[in-house]
C-alpha cells in the first residue's frame, strides 16, 4: 500500500469527492449539508492527492459520521478502513461515549467491522434504505 496521510480539510475540498462518489447525478449543492459548517471534515491523501473524505459531527458526548466516500478507483484496498478506524480513535480521544451513523443497508457488514452495531431504526432516503448504526466507548 502507497503511503498516506490523514489530515483535517476544508468542506470545499470535501464537497467533489462526496459529489463524485455519491450523488453524482445530483448538483453538487445536493452534497452539501446545513451542518457543514458545525462539522470536522478529514481525508486521507496519497501523492498530494485527495481520495477518500469522512465528516465528523459532535454534539456533547455522541458524535455522528456523516459523507464516508472513497473514489472509486481506491475502493476495496483498505483506505476506508484505515480513514474510519481513526474517526474511531478520535471519539475515543475525545471521551465520546457513542458513535453513530445512518449506514446504507448495503453497508452493514462493513460498519460491523467496526464494533458498530444495528439498531432498530430503519429508514428510506433518496430511494436507498438505510439503518442507524452505533458504538458505545463506555
Ligand atoms: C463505504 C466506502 C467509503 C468504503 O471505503 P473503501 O475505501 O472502499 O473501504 P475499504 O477498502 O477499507 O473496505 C471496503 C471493502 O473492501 C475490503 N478490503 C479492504 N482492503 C482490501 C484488500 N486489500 N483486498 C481485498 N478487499 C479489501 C474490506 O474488507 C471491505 O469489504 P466489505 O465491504 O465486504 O466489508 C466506499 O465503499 C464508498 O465510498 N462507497 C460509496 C459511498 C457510500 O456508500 N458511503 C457510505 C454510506 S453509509
Given at each position: 500500500?502507497?503511503?498516506?496521510?490523514?489530515?483535517?480539510?476544508?468542506?470545499?475540498?470535501?464537497?467533489?469527492?462526496?459529489?463524485?462518489?455519491?450523488?453524482?447525478?445530483?448538483?453538487?449543492?445536493?452534497?452539501?449539508?446545513?451542518?457543514?459548517?458545525?462539522?470536522?471534515?478529514?481525508?486521507?491523501?496519497?501523492?498530494?492527492?485527495?481520495?477518500?473524505?469522512?465528516?465528523?459531527?459532535?454534539?456533547g458526548k455522541e458524535?455522528?459520521?456523516?459523507?464516508?466516500?472513497?473514489?472509486?478507483?481506491?475502493?476495496?484496498?483498505?483506505?476506508?478502513?484505515?480513514?474510519?478506524?481513526?474517526?474511531?480513535?478520535?471519539a475515543a480521544e475525545n471521551n465520546l461515549t457513542r458513535i453513530?451513523?445512518?449506514?446504507?443497508?448495503?453497508?452493514?457488514?462493513?460498519?460491523?467491522?467496526?464494533n458498530?452495531?444495528?439498531?432498530?431504526?430503519?429508514?428510506?432516503?433518496?430511494?436507498?434504505?438505510?439503518?442507524?448504526?452505533e458504538r458505545n466507548f463506555h
Amino acid at each position: 500500500m502507497p503511503s498516506y496521510t490523514i489530515k483535517q480539510i476544508t468542506i470545499e475540498e470535501a464537497l467533489p469527492i462526496r459529489h463524485k462518489v455519491m450523488w453524482p447525478n445530483e448538483t453538487i449543492d445536493y452534497v452539501r449539508l446545513p451542518e457543514d459548517d458545525e462539522g470536522t471534515h478529514y481525508g486521507l491523501i496519497i501523492d498530494s492527492n485527495l481520495i477518500a473524505v469522512i465528516s465528523l459531527f459532535i454534539k456533547g458526548k455522541e458524535a455522528q459520521f456523516r459523507k464516508f466516500a472513497t473514489l472509486h478507483e481506491y475502493q476495496g484496498k483498505g483506505y476506508g478502513t484505515i480513514l474510519l478506524n481513526a474517526i474511531m480513535n478520535i471519539a475515543a480521544e475525545n471521551n465520546l461515549t457513542r458513535i453513530w451513523c445512518n449506514a446504507r443497508t448495503s453497508k452493514t457488514n462493513f460498519y460491523a467491522k467496526f464494533n458498530m452495531q444495528l439498531t432498530p431504526v430503519e429508514f428510506i432516503k433518496g430511494g436507498l434504505n438505510y439503518v442507524i448504526m452505533e458504538r458505545n466507548f463506555h
